[in-house]
């Protein structure tokens, strides 16, 4: 197993358990209405979609003509 | 105003400390729009150097990574990208629950947040490092892929930095009882501050690994 495969795969399991927790940090903001707390909301939403684009790029699917060093 | 007496721990008759609280309350959200407004400024310094990047692959080179000398300069390093972005989102969901656990009153498990967002800001800046040493598409000065790339991810990496020397000083703060469980804005706008590194890094990751 290469340098690239084995960072691809802790890429792949740490964006697992960071959108998870980002999901739990999301679900516990909710219900909260100050500017702070709506801010957060975006925030977080758009960290637990840069987790989606580490999965797509541990899997190969992004970028399309293929990456790694 | 019940809920505020008994949650703050004045008594009926203390004037004083519940218009403390109200003068708090007012100035806090003040400071908050006030912080709110600084970061929307820095979206916009972020977006004109973005957009300055797109228009400039998209208009100037026909293909991209762009040809220098005869040769099409190589794909950055997407496998440890993704890996180096993985640190700095986990850092964001740590300084996440390090604010949680301080509004709980847990200050052990703050203590352990904290210094976990620290120490993996610390471990992309270490990671920004060994990029900047290994990419293959030549200086800041070579062509416009280098020129655009270390320019916004500079200045990317020197936000972090300064976010990490931030949340080194909220911890110092914390230790000298600068903030209580109830008056903490300065661990609010840290805690903004750091995800707002974060979805920076979001959109940089994507437009120069992953388009």
């Not at chain 2, 293909?63 to 440890?80: E, K, M, S």
């Not at chain 2, 993704?82 to 301080?102: C, D, R």
């Not at chain 2, 892929?145 to 990490?164: C, E, K, Y």
């Amino acid at each position: 197993m290469d340098l690239a495969t084995i960072e691809k795969v802790v890429a792949f399991i740490g964006a697992l358990v960071v959108f998870t927790f980002a999901l739990i940090g999301l679900k516990g903001e909710w219900h909260k209405k100050g500017l702070d707390d709506n801010v957060t909301k975006v925030l977080l939403g758009l960290m637990a979609f840069g987790c989606v684009l580490v999965v797509l790029a541990s899997f190969g699917v992004l970028p399309r003509g293929g990456g790694g060093a | 105003m019940a809920v505020s007496v008994a949650v703050h721990g004045h008594g009926p008759d203390d004037h004083g400390g519940h218009d403390d609280d109200i003068i708090y309350q007012e100035t806090r959200d003040m400071r908050l729009m006030g912080f709110v407004l600084f970061l929307v400024s820095d979206v916009v310094l972020f977006s004109s150097y973005i957009f300055a990047y797109i228009y400039l692959r998209n208009s100037i080179q026909p293909t991209w990574p762009p040809i220098v000398d005869g040769h099409q300069l190589p794909r950055l390093d997407t496998a440890f990208a993704a890996f180096n972005s993985v640190v700095l989102f986990g850092s964001g969901v740590t300084m996440h629950f390090a604010l949680e656990s301080w509004k709980h009153a847990n200050k052990p498990r703050f203590n352990t947040f904290m210094w976990l967002t620290i120490f993996l800001g610390l471990g992309f800046l270490g990671g920004q490092g060994y990029e900047y040493a290994h990419a293959q598409i030549g200086g800041w000065s070579g062509n416009i892929f280098g020129a655009s790339f270390f320019t916004l991810t500079g200045m990317h990496g020197i936000h972090v930095f300064l976010g990490v020397c931030f949340l080194f000083a909220l911890w110092i703060q914390t230790q000298r009882g600068v903030y209580t469980e109830h008056r903490f804005f300065g661990l609010t706008a840290g805690t903004l501050y750091w995800h707002f590194v974060d979805v920076i890094w979001v959109v940089l990751f994507f437009l120069f690994y992953l388009w």
